[in-house]
T-cell receptor
Framework: AQSVTQLGSHVSVSEGALVLLRCNYS??????LFWYVQYPNQGLQLLLK??????LVKGINGFEAEFKKSETSFHLTKPSAHMSDAAEYFC???????????FGTGTRLTIIP | EAEVAQSPRYKITEKSQAVAFWCDPI?????LYWYRQILGQGPELLVQ????????DSQLPKDRFSAERLKGVDSTLKIQPAELGDSAMYLC???????????FGPGTRLTVL
């Protein structure tokens, strides 16, 4: 069965600093990988997704993630944090894109002014 | 931009009462999902519809939960009777087809007293 591990339930960075949110996955077949963002009392919004092809994926709001098969990782980065980035971020996996999404437990990102 | 609609946004009920949540997916989306998100955790799939048919309800507590999508458009999730442990955010999502990106609604936050 597939699974997702997000290292760090809480991450704090200063405004303008690099954002790095970690995600490791397990999947028996080549995975589809996703990052979603959730603002308080709202649904999830897709930031970016990896299906096949280029391993560096660019998303909305300046975020990007790199699929590293050898490390079974899909870490999310943003070069310069903005106050509006404060939210909860979820990594998710779907083996081959054919199976249901399995989400990690989330990482709450706090931006320090 | 088309969105997934959910109502109500908030629901407070007493245990043993019945509650129902409604979801209207993006027009034309054949696949509809109901998720439960317990505070501090990632969403967990409860039920998936393809048009009006259930394709996955393996995680749905069928003794108290039911879901329907009679005309293959909007959907209702019901809990009867509600228990304290049902307090959570209930999210609806839809996608054009099974392997396509899922778009989430704002959710219904349920509190059971």
């Amino acid at each position: 069965a597939q699974s997702v591990t997000q290292l760090g339930s809480h991450v704090s960075v200063s405004e303008g600093a690099l954002v790095l949110l970690r995600c490791n996955y397990s999947s028996s077949v080549p995975p589809y990988l996703f990052w979603y963002v959730q603002y308080p009392n709202q649904g999830l919004q897709l930031l970016l997704k990896y299906t096949t092809g280029a391993t560096l994926v660019k998303g909305i709001n300046g975020f990007e993630a790199e699929f590293k098969k050898s490390e079974t990782s899909f870490h999310l980065t943003k070069p310069s944090a903005h106050m509006s980035d404060a939210a909860e971020y979820f990594c998710a996996v779907s083996p081959g894109g054919n199976e249901k999404l399995t989400f990690g437990t989330g990482t709450r990102l706090t931006i320090i002014p | 931009e088309a969105e997934v609609a959910q109502s109500p946004r908030y629901k407070i009920t007493e245990k043993s009462q019945a509650v129902a949540f409604w979801c209207d997916p993006i027009s034309g989306h054949a696949t509809l999902y109901w998720y439960r998100q317990i505070l501090g955790q990632g969403p967990e799939l409860l039920v998936q519809f393809q048009d009006e048919s259930v394709v996955d309800d393996s995680q749905l507590p069928k003794d108290r939960f039911s879901a329907e999508r009679l005309k293959g458009v909007d959907s209702t999730l019901k809990i009867q009777p509600a228990e304290l442990g049902d307090s959570a955010m209930y999210l609806c999502a839809s996608s054009l087809r099974v392997r396509d990106t899922q778009y989430f609604g704002p959710g219904t936050r349920l509190t059971v007293l």
